[in-house]
Each structure stands twice: as C-alpha cells, then as structure tokens.
C-alpha cells in the first residue's frame, strides 16, 4: 500500500541535522527523497547519526558549480514538487538556482529554506550551526545548570525545533498548492527552532524569577528535578512528587520512615534541609529493588518510573510490537538498531525505505529517469 506522500519527489540539499531529520518525516511517508550531494557526498557523513537522519532516500552526486552539472540539476528540477535546502541567505542564488530561478524552471515547486539565521538578520551572512546559535538566541544563558552562568545544552535545541518547522512548512505549501496551482517560497531556520522552543517555556511561567528556574532545573548544585532521582538496589527510579491522584499512602510510609514534610513545603525548605531529608531516603530507596519500589509507589498512587538504559530500552518488547525499534542493514557498518519511523498511518502505512545511501548511488538509475 502506498504511503500518503507516494508520488511526492523532493530534492534535499540540506546538510546538518534539521533539514536532513525533517525531510526523513516525509520520505517514511512514502515521498521519493533524493539527496542531493556533492562529489565525494555530504562532508556531515562522518556523524554516526547521518545514518538514521539519512536513510529513506537517493543518493545523486552533481557538482552544482559545473556547467554539466547545472544543466543535470535544471532538468531534476523540472521533475521534483519540493526543494529543501540549508545553505546561508544568498548562496542558492550565487549556484544559479535561488527561488525565483527555481520557479521558472517549476512554477509548481514548494522551495523551502532552513540556513542557520533568516534573511536580514544581523549573522545571516556568518557561518553558523546549532551550538552558535544556541548563543546568539539566549538559550544557553536560560539553561539552568552546574554553575552560574551560561550553560552548553546537549540537546540540539534550534534543530530539533526547525527540523518540526521543515516538515510542517512543506506539507502546508503542499495543500496550498492544491488551491493555488503554484508553489511557493517557505522560509525557517535554525534560529526560528530556537525561538519555537523559548516561546513554550516563557509561556510556562511568565513572570518566574531565576531562582524558580534554578530550583527547578539545576544539575549542581542540585534542584528539585535532580532530587527525585534515587538508587536502589539494582537500578535507579525517578519518583514524582505529583500524579494526579490522591495518595493512600505517603511515599516516607511506604519507605518506612518518620514523618516529613508534604512535597510542596519540602520544595520550599533550604537545600541544607531538604538535602538532610533526601539523605535518609536515599538510604531507604538502596535498600528496595528497583521494580519492587515502583510497583509500591505505584499501588498507593504515587508516580514513579524505573530509570532505564537504552539497551534495556530498545528490547522493550512493547516499543517492538509498535515498530519503533528496527534493524537495518547500513551499507557501511552492516546491521544497527535505528529508531522506527514516529508516525502511524493505518490507512498509509509509513515505513523505512532503506538505510543511508552511499554518496552517488543511484546516480545511473536517476539519469535514466531523466532521459526525454
């Protein structure tokens, strides 16, 4: 059965991890993904995670900056509905194939681009990736963490912003498309997927000071969040202070200890305080296997989740059931447990169309749909 995109051809020149990640949404729902690379492929190839965000799609090697390779380029234009591509405000243009010179090659063409800062901005002319724009857009100086001051976030937060960005624009040009007859110019970037995550959290407590965040969030010293974590015997849990259901038990009686104080009182207690507490229960939770304390917690209402490995994870045999875990044989380094596809369509059914091309290697089979 075909997937809802079938028939869907997208030319994706993205390098870094949004727009490669975002066109993979699209290719597992069925569109005909090519990459489009230079000779010798994309200089990304070295990070392990290009095998994930990577497969699903054709490879095509074409040197844009050869007249050869401008007239090979111009006639695979002429065949894709969509153009994804991440260099800097200005650089399409120079290769000779900006939006407006796309268009009339393909006045049907969604022509999405995703560079590191939009058109106008102050650094658009300036190299820039995800950590530097974590940055320039004052995310690391909201990120909570070991010491005062700005923090270097281990989630690539403006990409995994923009890559959603991506997806979302070309599937809404895509039904605009419908109505129009005519594709279109969508514009994003990386800095866009930063702004999108800033606006969550700053509609989460608008008007909360910084010790509410460093309360909440701090790695060292430790914050509230940090402080729910706790060893047993065999593993670890992260015990919730909040369920939604009213408890028949408190969690220091389930523990075995004396009276403490409710959670809401505990968060506000002075770190010396709360860190006395938290010693004696750090003590009690090493004394319960790990699955015996959650099954406790649970039975009287309280939240709790075992703190688990990816390993333990991944062979999770509900995660199996629901195709999110799956095997693929990478062309390079053999079989790899990769992540399913996110999206279930049961009318469409998604799927992995393959695993990461090698640079070029569909370059004959592409010609050949080329010719007249």
Known sequence: MPGALDGVRILDLSWGIAGPLGVLLLAEQGADVIKVEPPGGDPFRAYDGYRVWNRSRRSFTVDLKSDDGKDIFSRLLATADVLVESFRPGVMDRLGFGYERAHTLNERLVYLSCPAYPE??????????DALVQASSGQMWEQPGWRMGPIFLHMPMPSMGAFFLISTGVLTALVAREATGTGQHVTTSLFAGA??????????VEHANAQFHELMGKSYPPGIHQQMIFECADGWVHASVMSGLVPTKSQ???????????????????AEERE???AHRRAKFKEWKRDDIVAAFQEHNHAIEAIISPDEQFAHPQLIANDM????????????????????MFGTPTAIQGPQPTPGQHNAEIMRELQP
């Open 325 to 344: 875990v799956k095997t693929v044989v990478d062309p390079d380094v053999g079989e790899v447990t990769q992540v399913g596809t996110p999206l279930h």
């Open 120 to 129: 106008g901005h102050r650094l658009a002319d300036r190299p820039g990736y």
């Open 252 to 270: 220091d009686e389930i523990l075995g200890l004396g009276e403490a104080p409710d959670p809401f009182t505990f968060m506000s207690l002075p």
């Open 195 to 204: 702004m999108l995550y800033t606006t969550q959290i700053w509609q989460h």
């Open 276 to 278: 006395k507490i938290n």
